[in-house]
């Protein structure tokens, strides 16, 4: 018996996650089992009967590492936190920081609104979504806020406002803000405006009509016109959307669809049993079964802050469904629900979404070739040594000559990899001086190691350039592109004495002149997204730095106030705003503050005040 097989042997029967690694101690898979010894024993058992996929990762296999927890559902979150930490090769790692846009109707205020928003709160308020795109959700508030007057004011405004504003003089507000409708004749509005978004048309229409008849009944003719024209709108509306199924609750149904080693993981997100739309995700070669790589999916997918709806229609059983259902319960507060339908109205539902998933792969197969085009035209038309696919693009943000940081960003097969994106604080460069700041950069960049990209592209002129190229070669790195870009500037000519705008140019190391491309060209549209989202990141962690300094100099004038009193300070306030604003009172209670430093802190901002 093998080293392996003996820990195989004495491992416990008691929940937990067990890590498959390799002989430099890798850790290649994340696991999770109600039964540790049970379930890793299974993977080594009858292994004629495992699929490639599992048989290749087994191979790699020469240690196991168990942690034990006391639930089946500790299990199931280190387990998802573990593959966070870690980012396995075996295990699906969802990259999703995406979040969705919801429409929130805030229930818990006296005269509720709709907004747009993108986290979930454990609040009163009712979220509806997740909608695909920021236009689905604008174009629904839209509908809404014709045909419903409800409020559209901020509360800031709505709290302060002393006459209506245009909306109510159009028909479209009812001027709570002014007291022109009470809560109660409000709150009809409201809900109807919930029957709209939950679906519930029929219920919604009929209200209406008994509206209107009223109005009729009483000769309020101008009313019950109104009514009608309403509901034929919202009947036109209505019509349009699709509906999918005849259940009104809130459902996700998840398609699957692999081919060779490519995996497409599609849901449908169904509301009130109309269709809001769906996403794609692509998965490459994951050697782990389906039905594994399904319930790892489902657990990264639904995180607190996203919505969860009451019911999840998936393909094929998946491993400890009902501890998911569990865990899925606790995080929305209400039942969650998985089912597997084998038949009716549900199995097409899934049956659809699983189509979905094979026309993404398709699609996402086309767009890679469209890419692959791209890539090419860039090497020829730039004189590159190698297709570029993965680039890192660099930028220095020293404005004001204070404060200075750089950035780079990280662009493969044409798409921005936020995770590869990096910043530096200008340590050893004092002053402006742009070619200084870019040498330490790269310096401190390439000077570690690591991988390489296939180009580097520099914001900036042939100076800019020739100082990357010196790095380069003074780290020996070499195989690697370089460019720089130019932005386009303007200059005075005359007489008569105009303004014209130059054009960007793109300096290569081997030519004297720069290459200069049309306003329409697609390789200049591509190299200016990489450089505008460069300044972009650059800009807004040079923001960060200089109001952090900005915060520690103020705070560092205040006699006794030392490093430590300075973090605690703002930990417990959240903001030198705050700490300015709190009565003396609330600062002597603030921890490691006595009476003293209090009366000296309020002394500080508030120096200067009553004086005549």
């Not at 205020?109 to 747009?116: I, K, N």
């Not at 029957?195 to 309020?220: C, N």
């Not at 199995?347 to 189509?355: D, N, T, Y």
């Amino acid at each position: 018996m093998n080293p392996l097989e003996q820990k195989i042997e004495h491992l416990p029967t008691s929940p937990g996650v067990y890590l498959f690694k390799d002989r430099m101690g890798k850790i290649l898979y994340v696991g999770k089992a109600g039964n540790l010894k049970h379930r890793v024993s299974s993977y080594f058992q009858k292994t004629e009967e495992k699929g490639t996929k599992t048989l290749a990762l087994l191979e790699k296999v020469v240690d196991i590492e168990t942690i034990l927890t006391h639930t089946d559902k500790e299990a199931l979150i280190l387990e998802n936190n573990l593959i966070k930490a870690h980012r396995p090769r075996y295990n699906v790692k969802l990259r999703d920081d995406k979040n969705y846009p919801y429409l929130k109707l805030s229930m818990e205020q006296e005269f509720p609104t709709l907004s747009m928003v993108r986290q979930i709160k454990k609040d009163h308020s009712l979220y509806f979504g997740p909608y695909t795109s920021s236009t689905s959700l604008k174009e629904t508030l839209r509908i809404i806020r014709k045909h419903f007057p409800i409020r559209t004011c901020l509360e800031a405004k709505f709290s302060s406002r002393l006459r209506p504003c245009i909306n109510y003089e159009m028909g479209r507000c009812l001027g709570p803000c002014c007291g022109k409708v009470d809560p109660q004749q409000y709150r009809k509005v409201v809900q109807q405006v919930r029957m709209f978004l939950e679906g519930r048309d029929k219920d919604l229409i009929e209200g209406l009509r008994k509206r209107m008849e009223e109005e009729s009944e009483q000769l309020h003719f101008e009313k019950a016109a109104t009514i009608r024209d309403q509901i034929a709108s919202l009947e036109h509306v209505i019509e349009k959307q699709k509906i999918v199924s005849p259940d009104l609750i809130d459902q996700d149904v998840i398609g699957f669809y692999r081919k060779d080693n490519t995996m497409v993981i599609h849901p449908l997100f169904v509301r009130g049993g109309k269709l809001l739309g769906g996403r794609g995700f692509h998965f490459s070669s994951y050697e782990i079964p389906d039905e594994e790589a399904l319930s790892s999916f489902i657990r990264q997918f639904y995180r607190e802050g996203k919505f969860i709806p009451e019911r999840i229609l998936i393909p094929m059983e998946i491993p400890e469904r009902s501890w998911i259902e569990q865990w899925l319960t606790e995080l929305k507060g209400e039942k969650v629900q998985i089912f597997v339908p084998l038949k009716g109205d549900k199995r097409e539902l899934v049956r659809m979404a699983s189509e979905n998933a094979e026309k993404f792969l398709l699609r996402e197969s086309e767009i890679e070739k469209d890419q692959e085009r791209v890539l090419e035209i860039l090497k020829e038309r730039l004189h590159l040594r190698k297709i570029p696919r993965t680039i890192e693009a660099f930028d220095i943000s020293n404005l004001q000559g204070g404060y200075a940081v750089g950035s780079m960003v990280c662009f493969e097969n044409l798409k921005p990899a936020k995770d590869r994106y990096r910043h530096f604080k200008i340590r050893t460069i004092e002053g402006v001086n742009d070619y200084g700041m870019m040498y330490e950069v790269l310096s401190r960049r390439y000077g570690k190691g690591g991988d390489l990209p296939d180009l580097v592209l520099i914001d900036g002129g042939k100076g800019q350039l020739n100082i990357a190229k010196e790095v380069l070669k003074e780290l020996q790195i070499e195989g690697v592109d370089i460019l720089s870009i130019a932005k386009e500037k303007a200059k005075k000519i005359g007489p008569p004495l105009r303004v014209e705008k130059t054009k960007e140019k793109i300096f290569h190391p081997q030519f004297k002149e720069p290459f200069i491309f049309g306003k329409g060209s697609s390789i200049l549209h591509f190299l200016d997204r990489i450089r505008d989202e460069t300044h972009r990141f650059a800009i807004t962690y040079h923001k960060k730095v200089r109001r952090r300094e900005t915060i520690k100099s103020e705070l560092e004038e205040i006699p006794g106030i030392g490093e430590k009193r300075r973090k605690e300070l703002l930990r417990y306030f959240g903001s030198v705003e705050n700490i300015k604003r709190a009565p003396l009172e609330v600062l002597s209670h603030a921890p490691k503050i006595n009476k003293r430093l209090a009366q000296e802190i309020y002394t500080f901002f508030h120096k200067g005040e009553g004086e005549a």
